[in-house]
Every structure is written in C-alpha cells, then in structure tokens.
C-alpha cells in the first residue's frame, strides 16, 4: 500500500511539474518576448518616421535592402552601377540599342538611355521620386540643360514611367537655376545639386523648384580643411548648420521647395537633422543606422522655424547672386570641384561605354 502510494505520488509530481513547464513560457516569456521585441527599434526605422528616408545609390539590391521612399543617382553612382555584375546584361543592352540607332552623337545617347533604364528599375523599387542627372558639362548652358532635360523625361515617358516620378538633377548654378525655372513651369521637376549656401538655396526657391539637395558632408570637408581641424561635433558641423538656416528659411517664408540633406560623412550629421524634409542616405550609413537600436529625437521642427530664423527674406537676381557666391569661398569652390567631378565620373562612364560601341 506505502510503495503504491509513493509511486502515484511520483506520478502526480511528474505530471505537475511537465505541465508548469509547459505553461510558464506562455505566462511570463512570451510576453516579456513579445515587449522586448515590440520596444527594439533601429535608428533608422525611428528616423524614418521623422524624415523620408532617400537612398543615395544606383545599386538595385541596396536599394531593395533599405526600401526608401526615394532614390538619387549621379554619375558617379551610374559609374559604380555600371561596374556591378548584375547591371552587365543593362550595359550591353544599352548598347546594343545605341548601334541600332546609327546616331551621332552614339556615346552621350547610349549613357543617357542607360541612366534612364537604371532609373526605370528604381522606379519598380521605391514609391516615390528617382533622380536623374544632367550632364554636368551643361551646368553652364541654361538652353542645353532644358533639352537635355526634355530628353530624359521622355525617355522615361517610353519606358512607361510617368514624369511625376522623376526629379532631374541640375546643378545649382545660376543657369542651371533658370533652366529648372523653366523646366518647373512644363511640368518637370527638378532636384538642383550641389548647393552651399543661402544664395543658391534663396535663388532656387524664386525659381519654384521642387527639391534641392544641400551637401552636408563636403561642407564639412571645407572647412575641416580651411580651419585646420580633424572633426567638428554634430551640432557644431557646418553643413548641418547650413542646412539647419536654409530649413528654417524655407518654412518661416512658407515655401514649398523640399529641402533633402545630402552627401553624408557620419551618422551623426543624419541624426542631427532628423525632422528634415528629406535626407538622401548611402548604403553603408543606411547599415549603420539600421543595426543602432537607438530611437532618434527631432531636431528640426517646422513650428519652430520662425523663432529659430531671426533674419529677413532675401531678394536675389543674377547680380546679387554672383555677388553672393563670390563672398563664399566654400561654395564657390565646393561647386567648381563638384561639377568638375561629376564631369570625371562621366567620362568615366563614356569609356565604358566606347569600348562597347
């Protein structure tokens, strides 16, 4: 009798405890499971939700990685695309297409067709805008920049994408400005690049345009050169308190030009300018931010733009804007060099293309 009833004891204990084990996941893991995954958040999916994220690259599995609103291109992106092997079978193609045209102008034609076809992938990708530039040769030639841009849009247009898709990329000279102008005015928007300062940025909104890039990073470089220094803190970066004034400009005046903080040095100058229209990311900065489980706090807030700019708005005409960027060592010669480089990236691209044809 004993031993029977030490063995169903035994039982019962075993029952017991197989059946706690069994419940206490569900009781108190699972939920405490659940709250940690729920509470974990990189920085980039907090910044999001601040800022509409634009991935800065021509690479198609980057951009199918990140899954940004937007794309930007350049030449130098195009030139770093065309490199990687699945965008061989586009660079053949392209020129194949090219020969078939007996142009002649069959170098320009085949890397014009080949940056809208990039573009055309994009556009599958992201929801909203793909940029595309301008040959940068033209930042000079308001006339020439408008057909090369009607040449884009309908490019695009032949492949199916519609023009309210595309941001064409100008540089933010004074005739790139004026070609944008009018390019506004058809229909077509524009992205105007490479922009330094006040000036260009003042110009650019006179022209309605609908975006302009302001490049945070080379400002930096600038000045960490000029000042002889190795770093700046985030809050004291000059191309973030450059494009800290231009946004507060532009919503204390009310206009509606998108301001998309661009070319990045460190995250630390994303996270200070969180709360910004837009900001155009690379991949490697896009990674850094996505494995930070960091929430990201708004520095930039448009209710508090006309507190935060205490000066008045600024007429420019052609005169007053040379004036200007005469006065801006940095940007006048962050401009000169920029276009210079995405000229070298062009050539770049059309030696590739040369040896196809």
Known sequence: MINALRTLTILLLTTLLTTTRAFLPRLSLTPHYRTMKKHATSSRSSLADLTTIVADTGDINAIKKYQPTDATTNPSLIYKAMLLPEYSDLVSSAIIHTK???????????????SVKIGTQISTIV?????????????????ATVEKARKLIKLYEEEGVDKSRILVKI???????????????????????????????????????TLISPFVGRIMDWYKKSQGVSSFSPSEDPGVMSVTDIYNYYKKFEIDTIVMGASFRNVGEILELAGCDRLTISPSL??????????????????????RYSGEK????????RYMMNEDAMATEKLAEGIRGFIKDIEKCEEVIRKGL
Not at 286 to 307: A, G, I
Not at 314 to 321: A, L, M, Y
């Open 100 to 114: 078939s045209l007996k142009s002649s102008t069959p170098v320009s034609d085949c890397l014009d067709y080949l």
């Open 286 to 307: 896009l990674e850094e931010l996505e494995n930070t489980p960091t929430p990201v706090t708004r520095k930039l807030d448009s209710k508090l733009s006309e507190s």
């Open 171 to 209: 540089a933010s000279t004074w005739e790139g400005i004026k070609a944008a102008e009018i390019l506004q005015k058809e229909g077509i928007t524009c992205n105007l690049t490479l922009l330094f300062s006040m000036s260009q940025a003042v110009a650019c909104a006179d022209a309605k345009v």
């Open 127 to 143: 929801p909203g805008y793909v940029s595309t530039e301008v040959d940068a040769r033209l930042s000079f030639d308001t006339d």
């Open 314 to 321: 600024i007429e420019v005409d052609e005169k007053k804007f």
